[in-house]
């Protein structure tokens, strides 16, 4: 089972004192809803999907936090957002072709937290926890407790992205960096930017979305006052998870200068009709994030449930094309493993 564990959360931190007050995004995350058969219970859900839910909990556990939850129709089992966080009979399944490590991620990490794919950029491992475990996640069977590193090994990683002058952008990704505290992120942003050949600091993040509180003063210090130029790229696939909350901080980043993109992912029973993907790219626009990527599933075991076909995939956007204007379109892309860079279908 996979258990990324509050200890694990902690572990980058370790080398430093405890924060006197638990900013309230944090206690948001301690208590997040960990139990299958609460998360059942809170919904007024069948009890036929108890058996399934915990089944899919012992392959990926189960995080969903109250903030996202309320975004959740009660007794309602198609929910869209529902259907991205509740493990399911399904996981367990074997599907020819899908794997624990679709991207061969592990083939790309020359040191501790570090993964280097793309000319350019690195991608840095800043936090193996999220604040919500979303069942499709390619990243679910992905080896954290290798790499989760203390600052010494963080050194390594540094010394790594020093040597390569190549590298322009550092990536923090997880899990979802933002479950980092800020004190460990400001730590590795102020070691990233006395590298002068880094111009560009981006975060691949879904805790904005999923707890907003994430983005609060503390946060927007360090991020603020960064030389490097800001992106971040938000996780969201359905118009429903953009409530009120979300809006207010995605202003709150805009306003730091940090320039929002989302990434999608096409998913069976979530997102897979016109309808549906042309009310995202307007839902996003409206709260000042522009599309970026629709990514079809990546075939990782426990997730074939969600694929939608190629072709799907293609008659979808096309049909998008002719509703939406040309800047609310995502690009359709698949990554392939080997690859230089994403692949447009
Ligand atoms: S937030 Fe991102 S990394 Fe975390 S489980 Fe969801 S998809 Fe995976």
């Known amino acids: ?22 900013a309230r995004w944090q206690t948001q995350l301690a208590r997040a809803i960990r139990d299958p058969l609460e998360l059942c219970r809170r919904l007024g859900l069948d009890e036929a999907l108890h058996g399934g839910a915990e089944a899919g909990h012992a392959l990926f556990e189960v995080r969903v936090p109250e903030a996202y939850l309320a975004r959740i129709r009660p007794g309602d089992r198609a929910d869209p957002l529902l259907r991205q966080v509740l493990p399911l009979g399904e996981e367990a399944l074997p599907t020819p072709g899908y794997v624990a490590d679709p991207l061969a991620e592990v083939e790309h990490t020359p040191a501790p937290g570090l993964i280097h794919k793309y000319a350019g950029r690195v991608l840095l491992i800043a936090s193996p926890a999220c604040a919500v475990n979303c069942r499709y996640c390619f990243r679910r069977h992905f080896p954290y407790e290798e790499n989760a590193p203390s600052r010494a090994q963080w050194d390594e990683s540094l010394e790594h992205i020093r040597r390569d002058t190549t590298i322009r952008e550092a990536i923090l990704s997880g899990g979802d960096p933002l479950a980092a505290n800020d004190r460990q992120l400001a730590w590795l942003v102020e070691r990233l930017e006395a590298i002068p050949h880094i111009r560009r600091l981006r975060l691949h993040t879904r805790l904005p979305v999923v707890i907003p509180d994430r983005i609060d003063d503390t946060l927007l210090g360090w991020l603020g006052s960064t030389r490097l130029q800001k992106v971040m790229v938000l996780h969201i696939n359905h118009a429903h998870e953009i409530d009120e909350a979300v809006v207010a901080a995605c202003e709150r980043l ?53 694929d939608v076909s190629d072709a799907k995939a293609r008659e979808l956007v096309a049909g998008l094309r002719e509703v939406l204007p040309g800047f609310l379109m995502p690009r359709l892309v698949r990554e392939i493993p080997g690859e230089t860079s994403k692949t447009p279908l």
């Open 1 to 22: 089972m996979i258990t990324r564990s509050s200890a694990l959360l902690q572990r980058p931190d370790r080398e430093t004192k405890p924060l006197p007050m638990q």
């Open 254 to 306: 805009k306003a730091a200068g940090v320039a929002l993109l989302n990434q999608s992912v096409l998913l069976q029973g979530v997102n897979d009709d016109i309808e549906t993907l042309a009310a995202l790219s307007e839902r996003l626009f409206e709260a000042g994030i522009l599309p970026y990527y629709l990514h079809v599933l990546d075939p990782v075991a426990g997730a074939a449930h969600f």
